[in-house]
């Protein structure tokens, strides 16, 4: 019998804890969930694609992740390295107390190399 209880134990203590999640600030999101990270942290300068626009169009202030040409001219660790410590005396926040290196990395390669203008990075994801 205990060994039964424990095996359902499990799945009801994850979905008590769910409420939980959900009344955390949402900056406090599992930082794994690199997407909504993006969502949250770099959509205000980024865009939601990462083309550095606004819902209206207007040009935000960050770099536009969709112009290959720009992009080119970065390896993966420059990318990273601005990730991790911001960029223009702050113009960029650095990021390094928040995500790390294996999650900047994974950042990089999997969101803002694969960013297309027009494609939405996270699609109902919570933006600031
Ligand atoms: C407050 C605005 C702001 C926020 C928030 C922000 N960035 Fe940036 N980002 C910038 C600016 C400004 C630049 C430099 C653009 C330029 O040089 O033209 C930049 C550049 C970059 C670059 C290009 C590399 C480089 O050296 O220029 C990457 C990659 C990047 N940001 C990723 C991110 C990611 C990922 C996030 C969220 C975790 C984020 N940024 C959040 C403003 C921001």
């Given at each position: 019998?205990?060994?039964?209880?424990?095996s359902?134990?499990?799945?009801?203590?994850?979905?008590?804890?769910?409420?939980?999640?959900?009344a955390?600030?949402?900056?406090?999101?599992?930082?794994?969930?690199?997407?909504?990270?993006?969502?949250?942290n770099?959509?205000?300068?980024?865009?939601a694609?990462?083309?550095?626009?606004?819902?209206?169009?207007?040009?935000?202030?960050g770099q536009d992740?969709?112009?290959?040409k720009?992009?080119?001219d970065?390896?993966d660790?420059?990318?990273?390295k601005t990730?991790r410590?911001?960029?223009i005396?702050?113009?960029?926040p650095?990021?390094?107390?928040r995500?790390?290196?294996?999650?900047?990395?994974?950042?990089?390669?999997?969101?803002v190399?694969?960013?297309?203008?027009g494609?939405?990075?996270?699609?109902?994801?919570?933006?600031?």
């Amino acid at each position: 019998m205990s060994r039964s209880f424990s095996s359902h134990a499990l799945p009801i203590l994850l979905m008590a804890a769910l409420p939980n999640l959900a009344a955390q600030d949402v900056k406090e999101l599992p930082k794994k969930d690199l997407r909504a990270f993006f969502s949250i942290n770099c959509v205000v300068c980024h865009g939601a694609d990462g083309s550095a626009r606004g819902a209206d169009g207007s040009r935000l202030k960050g770099q536009d992740f969709t112009n290959a040409k720009e992009m080119k001219d970065f390896t993966d660790a420059d990318l990273a390295k601005t990730i991790r410590k911001g960029k223009i005396f702050g113009r960029m926040p650095s990021f390094k107390d928040r995500l790390s290196d294996a999650e900047i990395m994974e950042l990089v390669q999997q969101i803002v190399r694969k960013a297309e203008k027009g494609k939405v990075i996270a699609p109902g994801a919570p933006e600031k």
